[in-house]
Nanobody, 121 residues
Framework: QVQLMESGGGLVQAGGSLRLSCAAS????????MAWYRQTPGKQRELVAS???????NYTDAVKGRFTISRDYAGNTAYLQMNSLKREDTAVYYC???????????????WGQGTQVTVSS
């Protein structure tokens, strides 16, 4: 079974930095897209950043210029470097990947369990 595992969350002060990691494991043929979402209580889940290749990335306006998404293809891992963190960035961050499992004919979305990021003032 394919599994995503996030790590790197924690408590940081406003203006600080944090790097999140998302490692995909299991029977994987190919990962087309990896992305980071975030969600706070009572609010909708928000797409933060996505990546297909190093030249094909997208960011929500709220984090553009502060966050950077990257991929390690050999390790099936995505990263989210978060700089100049604000209180508004506090959320549970979820990794998402569009994955073709080995032997499958279709791509399917997979989600990690989430990692808490808390930014204090």
């Amino acid at each position: 079974q394919v599994q995503l595992m996030e790590s790197g969350g924690g408590l940081v002060q406003a203006g600080g930095s944090l790097r999140l990691s998302c490692a995909a494991s299991g029977s994987i043929f190919r990962i087309n897209t990896m992305a980071w979402y975030r969600q706070t209580p009572g609010k909708q889940r928000e797409l933060v950043a996505s990546i297909i290749s190093r030249s094909n990335t997208n960011y929500t306006d709220a984090v553009k210029g502060r966050f950077t998404i990257s991929r390690d293809y050999a390790g099936n891992t995505a990263y989210l470097q978060m700089n100049s963190l604000k209180r508004e960035d506090t959320a549970v961050y979820y990794c998402n990947a569009q994955i073709v499992p080995r032997g499958a004919m279709y791509v399917s979305p997979y989600w990690g369990q989430g990692t808490q990021v808390t930014v204090s003032s």
